[in-house]
């Protein structure tokens, strides 16, 4: 009698059983679809950023062609045939280039097919660690940049700097190339060495030291009667350093003010897909305007100041304008890193089904 009336239990148990296997299965089969085409796109972004970067340098301050002049060559994509071919080793060079984007793409889906149990919560915590890096590189860029710069500027206009240096390399450093290149470059390697190593983002002390730097102006302008045009450009560089490099560190904590009225109330996956869709249709677009709105033309936003070290008007003022627009370009690239990674964090939610948060929960290696 007992095997009798559990028979009917024991079915119904089988068949619960058999149902959540084949939900299991289901949900397995679309991962395995749908994470490693998301894994591709969130790696394509920001690789395909990366190389529009090297291509736009290759342009502007090598001379190669670009490829749009090897679509011109070639007649395709609606281009005007250019009047003159051009020649082998400046079709060379565009096909290089063009290979850059083929070979980036090939790469990323090469990759991904070989690192299929990659997570992609961990896939975003490396992109969110390279962004902080680079950040962390551009912060340690505009300190000692912004000290050298204010020195030479104090000691050129008290005219103390011939004194020092000599007569030749005084009037170079007065120069705004001349500075760049061998005072501004060799400070911003040296200072992603010390980002490496330093693990702190600073932006508490980017903070504290633009305080200081307008309680300067205050004291020596109302108390010495003192203020010079590099003082105030102090304030100005480390202040846009502030604001644009602190972007992908506040989107990273959730630190950026969302106005709206429904997010708030949204559910662990109503939020993974506003985030989800809002990083694929609306951040990283964003930046991508940026990049091509300032790289696309040699006196564009970004590449003109930069081509040409451009400076303020004021003659003993520091010689950092450049440096301005660069940080737009800082701003773009490590604002795709942390879209991307934010993508890839809200996808990984979604993929874990209803109550999944990562805080609370174990990564999933899918």
Known sequence: MNSDSNEPE?????????????IDVAARSTGT????AVRVVGYSMVALTMVFVINNYLNFWLDWPGVPMLFADLGVFGTDALAKPM???AATQSWLQFGLYLGTL??????????????MHDDGDRLSDFAAYFIRGCFWAVLLIGVADLLISFLR???FLEGIVGKQMAQD???????????????IVMSFIIAYFVRSVGFTWLALLIVVAEIQIVIARFVFSYEQAFMADLVRFWYGALFLFASPYTLLHEGHVRVDILYAGFTERGKAWTNTLGSLFLGMPLCWIVLTQGMWGEFSVINGPLLTFEVTQAGYGLY?????????LVFAVSMMFQFVAYFLNSVAVLMRGPGYHPDTAEPAHF
Not at 10 to 22: H, R, S, T, V
Not at 173 to 187: A, D, M, N
């Open 173 to 187: 450093l007065g120069r705004s190339s001349f500075r760049g290149e061998v005072v501004h470059y060799p400070l």
């Open 33 to 36: 679809m749908i994470v490693p």
């Open 320 to 328: 950092v304008k450049y440096w301005l627009a660069a940080f737009l």
């Open 157 to 159: 206009v008290e005219n």
């Open 10 to 22: 024991e079915n119904a148990e089988a068949a619960d059983g058999a149902a959540a296997l084949k």
């Open 106 to 119: 090939g790469g990323v889906i090469v990759w991904v097919m070989k690192t299929p149990d990659n997570c």
């Open 87 to 89: 020649e082998s080793g």
